[in-house]
């Protein structure tokens, strides 16, 4: 496989894997994982490469990658919260003498575990909305480049702001997220 790439392609593809695995930890995979991960697709997307966005080839890979580890992220940390909120056992008990003969039926309790999962899905949209309400406009657009994978010289070009201030907003977004117990969206 490494004969389909570039000695510059693996150097940007190990470059952003290690930089990557610094700052976030990504389990089930270590680095040759990783790598192997984003020359994979890598090799899908670079055929997608315009030379007229006046972003480098090396740039464009890199963007890529980038977008690709923070997907894998996002992914593992969904399935975090999906495994947390069905692991939790749903417990039925029957006051003795109560029985009046009926029997448990395992469809009542799948209905029952699905309600008790949308419930909580919706209460969590519902943390996340109240949070993202208490955040200005300019806070909430970062909020959203950030989620999308953007590095902070391309948020701070779009939206006109020095790196400072939007460091500022993010802290900001940081404080109000773990305000209302929001901790696992923060990376």
């Given amino acids: ?11 940007v593809a190990k470059n952003v894997v290690s930089s990557f695995l610094k700052s976030n930890s990504i389990r089930e995979y270590n680095f040759n994982d990783l ?5 994979l697709h890598w090799y899908q997307k670079r055929g997608k490469y315009r030379s ?12 890529i990658l980038r977008r690709r580890l923070l997907e894998i992220l996002r992914e593992q940390e ?18 003795e003498g109560e029985s009046d003969g009926d029997t448990y039926d395992l469809s009542d309790r799948k209905q029952e575990e699905e ?9 969590l949209k519902k943390d996340v909305g109240d949070a993202m309400s208490k955040l200005s406009s300019s806070e909430r657009k970062v909020c959203h480049l950030i989620m999308e994978g953007y590095p902070m010289t391309y948020i701070s070009k779009i939206l006109h ?17 773990l305000d209302e117990g929001l901790k696992e969206y923060l990376q």
């Fill in 35 to 39: 790598l192997q991960e984003c020359l």
């Fill in 161 to 177: 702001k020095p790196r400072t201030t939007l460091y500022d907003e993010i802290e900001r977004i940081r404080r109000i997220f």
């Fill in 52 to 63: 007229d966005r006046k972003a480098t080839r090396q740039t464009f890979m890199g963007h």
């Fill in 78 to 95: 969904a399935d975090k919260r999906r495994v947390n909120q069905v692991a939790e056992p749903l417990i039925v008990t029957f006051d």
């Fill in 1 to 11: 496989m490494a004969e389909d790439f570039e000695k510059w392609e693996i150097a």
């Fill in 115 to 123: 309600f008790q999962l949308s419930q909580r899905n919706f209460g």
